[in-house]
């Protein structure tokens, strides 16, 4: 759907300020989960083509005439994005839920503040390995770093300076979930101790 939605509306990755800024904003699972609804919904409807500098709210209201059935505080979130980014706001809605599931005890991959990294690795898991063949395709020994770097120079993503230079290359494929887990429990942790510090 990604490739086709891309072919159709030109995308673009949001902006870092713009990623914190929804994650604040949309702090609790039922509004992410809302949200991420939306942006499925939106994928949906922009395979068939759309001006990638359109307003998701705009496009919500003109053209889908939906907005009465939103909340206003996710809508007033999503104004922050155009058509263009609705491929990265998925990732990053899909993302942030597997983040709140973890705070919430659930299990993300059964069926804050978040960087690229964290972002394509998530993306990595929930589309690659949830898949039936994934075993076959990518093998449990191999490097999480080379395999998901490589995984981003083919969409042609950028592989951010620090993981190049301090992520641990012996963490293998069989870990990945786990590695996604403490990326992020680190991370919270992280922004946790800057809010009271």
């Given at each position: 759907?990604?490739?086709?939605?891309?072919?159709?509306?030109?995308?673009?990755?949001?902006?870092?300020?713009?990623?914190?800024?929804?994650?604040?904003?949309?702090?609790?699972?039922?509004?992410?989960?809302?949200?991420?609804?939306?942006?499925?919904?939106?994928?949906?409807?922009?395979?068939?083509?759309?001006?990638?500098?359109?307003?998701?709210?705009?496009?919500?209201?003109?053209?889908?005439?939906?907005?009465?059935?939103?909340?206003?505080?996710?809508?007033?979130?999503?104004?922050?994005?155009?058509?263009?980014?609705?491929?990265?706001?998925?990732?990053?809605?899909?993302?942030?839920?597997?983040?709140?599931?973890?705070?919430?005890?659930?299990e993300p991959f059964s069926?804050?503040?978040?960087?690229?990294?964290?972002?394509e690795m998530h993306e990595?898991?929930?589309?690659?390995?949830?898949?039936?063949?994934?075993?076959?395709?990518?093998?449990?020994?191999?490097?999480?770093?080379?395999?998901?770097?490589?995984?981003?120079?083919?969409?042609?993503?950028?592989?951010?300076?620090?993981?190049?230079?301090?992520?641990?290359?012996?963490?293998?494929?069989?870990?990945?979930?786990?590695?996604?887990?403490?990326?992020?429990?680190?991370?919270?942790?992280?922004?946790?101790?800057?809010?009271?510090?």
């Amino acid at each position: 759907m990604f490739k086709t939605v891309k072919g159709k509306v030109h995308q673009a990755t949001l902006s870092s300020l713009t990623r914190n800024a929804l994650s604040r904003e949309l702090d609790s699972y039922s509004e992410v989960c809302e949200a991420l609804k939306i942006a499925e919904l939106l994928l949906g409807f922009l395979s068939t083509g759309g001006d990638p500098m359109m307003s998701l709210v705009t496009y919500l209201q003109d053209i889908l005439k939906m907005v009465q059935r939103i909340d206003k505080h996710i809508l007033q979130a999503l104004g922050r994005c155009n058509l263009r980014h609705c491929v990265s706001l998925w990732q990053l809605l899909s993302s942030l839920r597997s983040e709140n599931m973890l705070r919430l005890k659930r299990e993300p991959f059964s069926g804050g503040n978040v960087d690229q990294w964290l972002l394509e690795m998530h993306e990595f898991l929930l589309l690659n390995l949830g898949r039936p063949r994934a075993i076959g395709d990518f093998n449990p020994a191999w490097s999480v770093k080379e395999t998901v770097c490589a995984y981003m120079d083919r969409k042609e993503v950028e592989v951010p300076a620090y993981v190049e230079e301090r992520f641990p290359a012996n963490l293998m494929m069989s870990q990945i979930v786990e590695t996604w887990k403490y990326a992020v429990t680190a991370k919270q942790n992280l922004m946790t101790e800057g809010w009271t510090g």
